[in-house]
């Protein structure tokens, strides 16, 4: 395994898509794009980067939208900004790029930290939103409680509580290549391993293609990009805000302002052997949400159901965009 590759050779890999920057909330975003029609933005998670969208991307421009997946703040080839990662702040930028996009709203699609992101954006620019699906993260105000209440979430959220530390995440996020990304990449996923992934896929029903990759998570990708200099410190920045604010004032009033009800329609993904976010802290979070709200958990999968069977997954993410009235 080699880890040489230039930082514009891991974040940026041909494809069939489109690579481009968009300037929104103060910074610049790096974007992969395909397809055309309304616009879907896809929000990964930790420790990963927009390429945790590979097999959606092409799936959803085939079925008549223009997809986005965006790395956030401080990941991937977006700006690496020295403050700016509280959830309010990294939701403006989400809502920022879908207005740079010049489009009036988007469904937001959002993994892990992406889909604590794409519930706040949800309450806090409720017009820029169309839809909402959230795979493998709780409602806010349920991942608090889950966090101070649930001994067993706590537990499951160790490595969250060890971000709190200071500088010595960053190294071991980096250390020996990246092999800690590894270890979590492969620990949080269900009971089938995966396997390295570092090819592009082909299109859709392809041998490569998303139907192709079932069980196949990119382990050595992910490793790459959390060794470009200053990710791995922007990318625990997020979890020390959330965790340090849980008794502070911006803490206590962004956790009153998520008491806002969601009112878009909302599809809640999870898998059902998911070992850092436990499915009785995600169930529940419907009671937030004023809107149809869809509640799916996948038999076997851990906590990439996107990666782990794409297939399914995307098959249950376009069925519901596209259902003019999805039932709560």
């Not at 990119?218 to 020390?240: G, I, K, L």
Request: glycine share 10%.
């Amino acid at each position: 395994m080699t880890f040489a590759d230039s930082p514009a050779a891991v974040i940026r890999p041909e494809g069939p898509w489109t690579h481009r920057d968009v300037a929104a909330n103060g910074a610049r975003f790096h974007i992969a794009e395909m397809g055309e029609g309304p616009l879907v933005l896809l929000l990964h998670g930790f420790p990963q980067f927009w390429w945790a969208w590979r097999h959606q991307l092409p799936a959803l421009a085939d079925a008549g939208y223009r997809a986005v997946a965006m790395d956030l703040r401080g990941v991937g080839g977006s700006d690496r900004t020295p403050r700016g990662y509280d959830p309010a702040n990294l939701a403006l930028d989400v809502t920022g790029v879908i207005r740079s996009l010049g489009e009036p709203d988007a469904a937001l699609v959002g993994h892990d930290l992406g889909g604590y992101l794409a519930w706040t954006a949800a309450v806090m620019r409720p017009k820029l939103i169309r839809r909402l699906v959230v795979a493998s993260m709780p409602h806010p105000r349920r991942w608090r409680a889950a966090m101070l209440g649930d001994a067993r979430q706590t537990a499951a959220s160790s490595y969250i509580w060890g971000f709190q530390r200071p500088w010595l995440p960053e190294r071991q996020l980096v250390a020996d290549g990246g092999a800690l990304v590894e270890r979590l990449v492969r620990e949080w996923a269900g009971p089938k391993p995966p396997v390295p992934s570092d090819s592009p896929p082909g299109p859709v029903g392809s041998p490569t293609g998303p139907a192709g990759h079932a069980g196949v998570l990119a382990v050595d990708d992910y490793r790459r990009a959390m060794c470009v200099p200053s990710t791995a410190h922007c990318s625990v920045e997020p979890y020390r805000w959330l965790v340090r604010s849980l008794a502070r004032p911006d803490g206590m009033q962004f956790y009153r302002r998520m008491k806002r009800p969601v009112r878009v329609p909302t599809l809640h993904l999870h898998g059902s052997l998911d070992p850092v976010m436990r499915t009785r802290s995600a169930a529940g979070s419907g009671e937030y949400v004023e809107a149809p709200y869809r509640w799916r958990l996948f038999d076997g999968l851990g906590h990439w159901p996107h990666e782990e069977d794409p297939e399914t997954f995307t098959s249950e993410l376009v069925h519901w965009l596209s259902d003019p009235e999805p039932d709560r």
